[in-house]
């Protein structure tokens, strides 16, 4: 504690601007570790709390990708099937991603075309949440493409099937779905195939 100066901690935030966090992203980490130093000081175990200098708040322009860039990204082969399917399934449907790691085989209804969301998986404690973000189960219906590729990830899927198996199944469990940077890592990968920086 008592090595870090107003020069490290300024080295410390130019290194998260570096790996690509936003202005905001990094004004919530030095606040947190403003929080520690102040505690620090208050307990005598440094003199004093340097100067935290804030980041420029310079939102990142989200881009949207145009109709032709969408089809020639769903057109390619990805690094992760499962990537693909879910971020296919996010595009046309709007399912958030708690809520596409959250399907499990007793959800789909592909003889009628839908999917019965009713809960949403919580990364931080690895659990279904009881409702979606909205409080409300909903039926999702699909197109045809979609189910079809569906059914694929269905027969590619290394455990029992069971009503409880989790469709986008990750690799070391079958208790668990398939990690959130299983889909960002597929997606940007894809992306950067076709020329766009993340």
């Known amino acids: 504690l008592t090595a870090i100066d107003k020069p490290m901690i300024k080295e410390f935030r130019n290194s998260l601007y570096n790996k690509g966090y936003s202005g905001s992203t990094i004004n919530k980490i030095l606040s947190a570790l403003k929080v520690i130093l102040e505690d620090a000081e208050e307990k005598n175990l440094i003199q004093y709390v340097p100067k935290i200098d804030r980041a420029a708040e310079n939102p990142k322009q989200k881009g949207i990708l145009n109709i032709e860039e969408v089809k020639e990204l769903f057109s390619m082969e990805w ?9 296919l399934l996010a595009a046309s449907t709007g399912l958030r991603l708690g809520e596409i790691q959250s399907i499990t085989l007793q959800d789909l209804h592909l003889d009628s075309n839908y999917i ?3 809960r949403s998986w919580d990364k931080r404690f690895q659990t279904f949440t009881q409702t979606t973000k909205t409080g409300r189960a ?25 009503p409880d198996t989790f469709l986008f199944f990750a690799e070391k469990s079958e208790q668990k779905p398939a990690e959130p940077e299983i889909f960002t890592r597929s997606l940007y990968r894809a992306l950067e195939t076709i020329g766009i920086t993340p």
């Open 79 to 87: 690094p992760d099937y499962r990537g693909y399917v879910g971020s």
């Open 116 to 118: 019965h969301v009713r």
């Open 138 to 162: 909903r039926n999702i219906f699909i197109p045809e493409n979609i189910k079809n590729k569906i059914i694929k990830l269905i027969e590619i899927n290394p455990y029992s099937i069971t």
